[in-house]
């Protein structure tokens, strides 16, 4: 099967499994998902959604998170892996979306990776999510099985981005994103099937029979 044909069985099988994904991170507006992505870096969804109830209550729009301080939005957050780190990021994002862009989450790539703590994985969920604007953020499952599938030589995120960018349609690439997330966390996690175990593994490459190394995002 080639590198094209295993991307349209990829597509056609996530479509059949995940028809309409639901965002993982709880969220109300741009903003709330801004601040959600960025504290789910080196940490799960799940541990983030239990966050950030507490973190939104007080903290839930730029004007609000910047008039709380560092050491305010850290005890809120301590749970979470990177906290310091974080809570100096959503205090100086918070406080730049103030001066900088009126108190509105800026719906460019541009203005997003300027914000402190928001790099271009960041800004892609949010301009995917809650912009609705074609984009293909790559994290460590998308990493993982685009290299699992043949899609990438994962060499690099960047590598991996473009690759997926032209082996499927730019309006499919929003749902792709939680749809092959879903399926690593589901079907084909990085202990629980090693390249040769799970559907789309054993559909893509019915002969192989030794697990599948990976480069790490």
């Known amino acids: 099967?080639?590198?094209?044909?295993?991307?349209?069985h990829v597509?056609?099988?996530?479509?059949?499994?995940?028809?309409?994904?639901?965002?993982?991170?709880?969220?109300?507006d741009s903003f709330t998902l801004l601040v959600a992505v960025l504290l789910s870096?080196?940490?799960?969804?799940?541990?983030?959604?239990?966050?950030?109830p507490d973190l939104f209550r007080v903290g839930g729009s730029p004007a609000s998170m910047a008039s709380m301080g560092v050491e305010a939005i850290l005890e809120i957050i301590r749970p979470l892996g990177l906290a310091p780190q974080k809570a100096r990021a959503l205090d100086g994002l918070?406080?730049?979306?103030?001066?900088?862009f009126d108190g509105r989450v800026p719906e460019t790539f541009e203005g997003l990776e300027s914000l402190p703590?928001?790099?271009?994985?960041t800004a892609s969920v949010v301009m995917a999510q809650a912009f609705d604007h074609p984009a293909f953020p790559v994290d460590t499952h998308i990493h993982r099985l685009a290299q699992r599938w043949g899609l990438t030589d994962g060499s690099s995120v960047k590598r991996t981005e473009e690759d997926l960018k032209r082996l499927f349609p730019e309006d499919s690439w929003n749902r792709l994103h939680l749809q092959i997330i879903y399926y690593g966390r589901e079907h084909c996690s990085a202990r629980g099937c090693d390249g040769t175990k799970c559907l789309l593994c054993r559909e893509l490459y019915p002969r192989r029979r030794k697990p599948v190394m990976h480069r790490k995002a």
Do not use: F, W
């Not at 870096?41 to 950030?52: I, L, M, P, S, W």
């Open 1 to 8: 099967m080639r590198k094209h044909e295993r991307a349209r």
């Open 94 to 100: 918070s406080k730049q979306l103030l001066e900088r």
């Open 11 to 28: 597509q056609q099988r996530l479509m059949e499994l995940y028809p309409d994904p639901p965002i993982p991170l709880d969220h109300t």
């Open 117 to 121: 703590g928001v790099g271009h994985k």
């Open 41 to 52: 870096a080196q940490c799960t969804d799940k541990k983030v959604n239990e966050v950030t």
